[in-house]
């Protein structure tokens, strides 16, 4: 009797367990519906004319650099300048102890006042030798002793004159002043030294600034286009047709500075396959602290307009990624499946300014579709929406264009906003945005 109550027991349990589980089942809930695709900007690249560039580094050098040197032996007095500064041609720079030179100018002067007694008196004597020969009172030997005593004395007067001058040189010299303007060095010999005492002593340095040399080597390649380009320009004096450049410097953005080449060296170094050039620009002084910006030695990016502007291709820089491949885009298919899309790249032909008020001819990114609002939050009376499509997002600004070579073509769709949430091979949802240059410099028509 006991073993089959408890065999009930037992039967019971199960039962109850089998119904439990039935019931768990029946609550289970159907798997979420998957998120829907990503949002992205994305927009067309346009044609705009391009210039194309070729690129070098080079080197800032002076115009003119001077060595200043002490020309007189004496003792340093003074130094007139303040070291670094600006000087101007003709500016005072040091003083050298002028008492030497000074009572050599006098001595040199009252030598001329007695070669000038001395050829008064020698005339006086050939005039009165004139008049004894006449009366044969004088023989001829004693008449062309006098007419020598008198060419000497003359003689005599001018080797004083020329003392007098070599001497006003000599004194001249004991004063230093600047032969251009520049920027003058600190000083090399300080006040009380002894200068000039076997060899011309090296005080200081100046050099030119106002406007400044650029150097770059060019490959022969670039060289033999370059002659070309020279060949269908109106005949010029220079050799090089004042062909134009534009250099930056390591701090600046974009090529800021125009100039000219001036010059190029006559062969090709045959080790390195290249020539070298040299431009000339100038070196303004910018408010408001009026000081140059370019120093000879500082190293310069070079860039050369090579033909005439051609329509190409460009598109917004924020578009660019990089990776082991080089630079590529994300473009967008018929079925808005994201495909990589490496490229090659020409010139940027724009560059926003540091400071956006400087902003003159802005490239923008405008929605089509007129300007996304900002995300709202819920009502309070308002449940949040499930399943909401994705929020719209308003197109980027434009930091820089930059031009493309290959790898895109008109009517491709690139992904601009949003590259962190695309992924090659996956589809988004995207939203339009045109493209457009600043105001007077429409894109190219068809």
Request: with cysteine.
């Amino acid at each position: 009797m006991r073993t089959r109550l408890m065999f009930g027991l037992l039967l019971l349990g199960i039962t109850g367990i089998a119904s439990l589980s039935s019931v768990g089942c029946a609550q289970k809930k159907e798997a979420p519906p998957a998120p829907p695709p990503p949002a992205v900007t994305v927009t067309k690249p346009v044609k705009f004319r391009v210039q194309k560039y070729l690129e070098y580094n080079g080197y800032l050098e002076a115009v003119e650099t001077v060595q200043i040197t002490a020309r007189v032996k004496g003792f340093l007095n003074d130094i007139k300048f303040v070291e670094g500064t600006e000087v101007k041609k003709g500016d005072l720079l040091f003083q050298i102890d002028p008492r030497e030179y000074d009572v050599n100018f006098k001595k040199a002067n009252a030598d001329k006042l007695k070669a000038m007694a001395e050829l008064k008196r020698t005339r006086a004597d050939e005039d009165r030798a004139k008049q004894l020969l006449a009366t044969q009172a004088l023989s001829m030997e004693d008449f062309q002793q006098r007419v020598a005593s008198r060419e000497t004395a003359d003689a005599v007067l001018k080797q004083t004159e020329a003392a007098i001058d070599m001497a006003k040189l000599d004194l001249e010299y004991t004063q230093i002043h600047a032969p251009i303007d520049g920027q003058i060095n600190r000083t090399l010999i300080t006040r009380g030294n002894l200068v000039g005492q076997n060899e011309n002593t090296l005080l200081t340095t100046i050099v030119g600034i106002e406007q400044l040399y650029v150097y770059f080597d060019v490959p022969e390649r670039d060289l033999i286009e370059y002659q070309r380009g020279l060949r269908d320009q109106p005949e010029s004096k220079s050799p090089t047709g004042a062909h134009p450049l534009f250099v930056g410097i390591s701090t600046e953005q974009g090529y800021p500075h125009k100039g000219i080449i001036d010059f190029r060296e006559n062969k090709v170094d045959s080790g390195t396959g290249t020539v070298r050039l040299r431009g000339r620009l100038e070196n303004p002084k910018i408010p408001p602290g009026n000081v140059r910006l370019m120093y000879p030695g500082l190293y310069a990016r070079v860039r050369i307009p090579m033909g005439d502007p051609e329509p190409q291709l460009v598109i917004p820089e924020d578009a660019l990624m990089t990776g082991q491949e080089g630079r590529y885009v994300y473009v967008l298919n018929d079925e808005n499946i994201v495909k990589k899309r490496r490229l090659k790249l020409g010139a940027t032909i724009w560059r926003s300014p540091e400071k956006s008020d400087d902003l003159v001819h802005p490239w923008t990114l405008t929605d089509v579709k007129g300007p996304a609002k900002k995300d709202e939050p819920p009502k309070k009376d308002e449940p949040a929406k499930k399943d909401a499509p994705p929020k719209k997002e308003a197109p980027p600004s434009v930091r820089a264009v930059v031009s493309v070579e290959e790898g895109l073509k008109e009517g491709d769709r690139i992904v601009v906003n949003g590259l962190q949430r695309a992924r090659p091979e996956t589809p988004v949802t995207p939203e339009m945005a045109e493209f457009r240059g600043p105001a007077g410099d429409e894109p190219v028509k068809k």
